[in-house]
């Protein structure tokens, strides 16, 4: 009996703890699933495999020159791992305080202490990943890879982890800064290109850390990314240079709120610099909006060609047809006044009311030609296809805004507002377009800023020169708008007649507008202009087309032929003097005539040149500078010495080496004119005395 209660407390027993070892268990289930497991779901993911994508390097954007405009270089995100086995306790003990003086002086954004603190903690808690610095440039990430600890016994302790990206640049700085555009808001070339420039992405695999961060982990299918191709524009970064400065120099000058400068190819489109300049919060001027592309405006004077071009093409206008110029002064039908700033008063032709810009004159012969079929001028306004887009490759363009009498608002004065300029909105780009296929014989070209995509070295693709159509207007009209374009520059009265100081022809128009803003005027109560110039040029055969835009002048400035009229001019100059089309080639036949006036200078130069030209030299005399005497064949050349003592003769000498001389004896010196020098202020063999200034004048 004594036995079978002994088993049956031993089965009991059993049976308790079998029971409390259930429950026990099943404690710790509900405390995994309740209290630990968000812990835990943590950890797992933050100890996951996954393929992962890496982007591709982004193509370079060069102009038309092939110099880079905008590229990608890599930069290093450099993570640390102060736990690898490789550094013992001994070298991190050693080492760190060598480690963290060299990061401070290498990064400069942290104290040494402050590494010393991160990098310890780290050593402490076992973390194997931690940020050390991101967009670590290559030659930073090449001193780094020395520093102590991440380089012990002449080998890496593996103790640097490096992920590569890439960062945008731009070169030339802010220059077309806003024509490259962003990839991240897709505007610009950046944007407007962006399938051909990003590339395809690859793919690696990352193994996920604690934080969120991901470690690259090697391994064979790891698939590395294509990289973008390159874009050639049609920008040259030179005449953008030009066209920057000019304009920025204007719009500090005149104080205005933003302007901006398109230069256009007549044949093909090719925009040849694209610059615009907007007023920032610190009074400075900076590439911030694209104003030619997106910003549309009542354009004023410039669309009076448009306007002229219209009724000529239907036959009802005529250059050289006489209307009333009353005076400067006319109202129309509800009592609304037009009125010029200049008049000639009596009856003057189109042409001379084109020249001075009248408001009155050209609103009145628009006006009688058209009052009494409106729709007749919407339809030839859409036929000369200023009522859209251009159509450029980058996103933003505004579309124009041309009244049709059938669809929106319409009164009586709209055809002499819009004659003139008002009651009508176009961009500066839309402007240059209509202008350049004047230029073109009135085929209009679509703007282009984009001729090649190139993989390296290999074009892979084209953009060739577009046409909007073919005749904005007949050959006929074109040549009559040219020649009213071309008198506002040559006229008596041309409101463009300062360009006539041009070494070569201009054809173009002046523009002021009242801004339509809080009833035209600013907040001190002055009105607010928009000033604008645009053109065309060498005249007789043009090539560049051209858009002077300027916003808001406030210093006493605001006339189109004032304030972008010479912006247009410094333009035109640069290109010209660029250009080799518009000069003439040398004339290889001087070699058998005489030497050149260049008779004084340098001793290498004369000698040089008078070999080349066929001449026998007879040297005489020691010394780097000389004078020449020519004697039939022959060239003697008298070389000697400068004395600093004494004012040096620089007459017949170059600019360039009257202004070595002199200045090496100490003089200040002021040119005046070009060529050779003719004469100097001070005699030659006069004492040199301190900060003594000479006038040397030169001429061909």
């Not at 099943?26 to 209290?35: D, E, I, N, T």
């Not at 036959?315 to 509800?334: A, H, L, M």
């Not at 909007?468 to 463009?496: F, I, W, Y």
Request: some cysteine.
């Amino acid at each position: 009996m004594d036995a079978i209660k002994q088993i049956k407390r031993r089965i009991y027993a059993t049976y308790f703890l079998v029971c409390l070892l259930g429950l026990a268990i099943m404690g710790q289930v509900l405390r995994v699933q309740f209290v630990q497991g968000e812990e835990l779901r943590k950890r797992a993911e933050d100890h996951t495999m996954a393929y992962r994508t890496v982007s591709a390097m982004r193509g370079n954007i060069y102009d038309a020159n092939y110099n880079v405009i905008a590229t990608s270089v890599p930069v290093y995100d450099v993570y640390v791992d102060v736990n690898a086995g490789a550094i013992t306790n001994k070298i991190f003990q050693s080492r760190i305080d060598t480690l963290t003086i060299a990061l401070a002086n290498l990064f400069k954004d942290k104290t040494r202490n402050q590494f010393r603190r991160e990098l310890t903690s780290a050593r402490n808690t076992k973390d194997r990943y931690i940020l050390l610095k991101r967009e670590v440039s290559f030659d930073d990430l090449k001193q780094l890879r020395k520093f102590p600890i991440f380089y012990e016994n002449k080998r890496s302790t593996g103790s640097l982890i490096v992920e590569q990206k890439s960062k945008r640049r731009l070169p030339f700085g802010l220059l077309a800064a806003r024509t490259i555009g962003r990839e991240v808001d897709s505007l610009g070339v950046e944007g407007g290109f962006n399938k051909y420039l990003e590339g395809t992405g690859g793919k690696r695999l990352m193994e996920k850390m604690a934080g969120g961060m991901w470690k690259p982990v090697n391994d064979e299918n790891s698939v590395e990314p294509k990289n973008g191709k390159d874009i050639v524009t049609t920008i040259d970064i030179n005449l953008q240079d030009v066209a920057e400065n000019e304009l920025n120099n204007k719009l500090v000058e005149t104080g205005a709120s933003f302007g901006c400068v398109v230069l256009m190819e007549v044949g093909t489109g090719d925009i040849k610099a694209m610059a615009n300049l907007t007023r920032g919060k610190d009074g400075k001027y900076h590439e911030s909006l694209n104003h030619a592309v997106g910003s549309k405006a009542e354009p004023g004077s410039t669309f009076k060609l448009m306007s002229l071009v219209a009724g000529i093409e239907d036959g009802f206008i005529n250059p050289n047809q006489y209307q009333e110029s009353y005076n400067g002064t006319r109202s129309f039908c509800d009592g609304r006044t037009i009125r010029d700033v200049h008049s000639l008063g009596g009856k003057i032709t189109i042409q001379q009311a084109f020249e001075t810009s009248s408001n009155v004159v050209i609103a009145g012969a628009v006006n009688d030609a058209y009052k009494g079929n409106p729709q007749k001028l919407y339809n030839r306004f859409k036929a000369m296809h200023i009522t859209e887009p251009t159509g450029i490759d980058i996103r933003g363009e505004a579309t124009p805004n041309i009244k049709d009498p059938s669809k929106q608002y319409w009164s009586c004065t709209s055809i002499p507002w819009m004659a003139h300029g008002y009651e009508l909105e176009l961009t500066p780009l839309q402007t240059l377009t209509f202008y350049n296929a004047i230029a073109n014989n009135g085929k209009m070209m679509k703007p282009k800023l984009v001729k090649e995509v190139r993989d390296h070295d290999v074009v892979v693709e084209t953009f060739a020169p577009q046409v909007l159509a073919e005749q904005v207007c007949s050959p006929a009209t074109a040549m009559k708008a040219r020649r009213m374009m071309e008198a506002v520059v040559n006229g008596d009265h041309g409101t463009g007649k300062k360009l006539q100081a041009c070494l070569f022809k201009v054809g173009g128009k002046t523009g002021t507008a009242v801004i339509n803003r809080a009833g035209g005027f600013n907040a001190d109560g002055t009105k607010a202009y928009n000033a604008s110039f645009c053109g065309y040029f060498p005249a007789d055969k043009p090539k560049y087309s051209c858009i002077v835009f300027i916003s808001n002048p406030v210093n006493g400035q605001i006339y189109g032929g004032e304030v972008a009229m010479p912006v247009f001019k410094a333009v035109a100059d640069k290109v010209y003097a660029l250009d080799l089309e518009f000069h003439h080639p040398i004339d290889n036949s001087i070699a058998s005539a005489a030497l050149p006036i260049n008779s004084r200078g340098s001793v290498l130069d004369i000698e040089t040149a008078a070999k080349t030209m066929g001449y026998q030299v007879i040297a005489s005399g020691d010394g780097p500078w000389a004078s020449t005497t020519i004697t039939g064949k022959a060239a003697r050349v008298s070389a000697s010495n400068i004395n600093e003592k004494l004012i040096p003769d620089v007459t017949g000498m170059s600019l360039k080496d009257a202004l070595y001389l002199l200045e090496n004896v100490g003089l200040k010196v002021k040119p005046i004119g070009y060529g050779k020098v003719l004469r100097q202020s001070i005699p030659p063999g006069s004492p040199v005395t301190a900060q003594q200034f000479i006038t040397i004048e030169l001429a061909n």
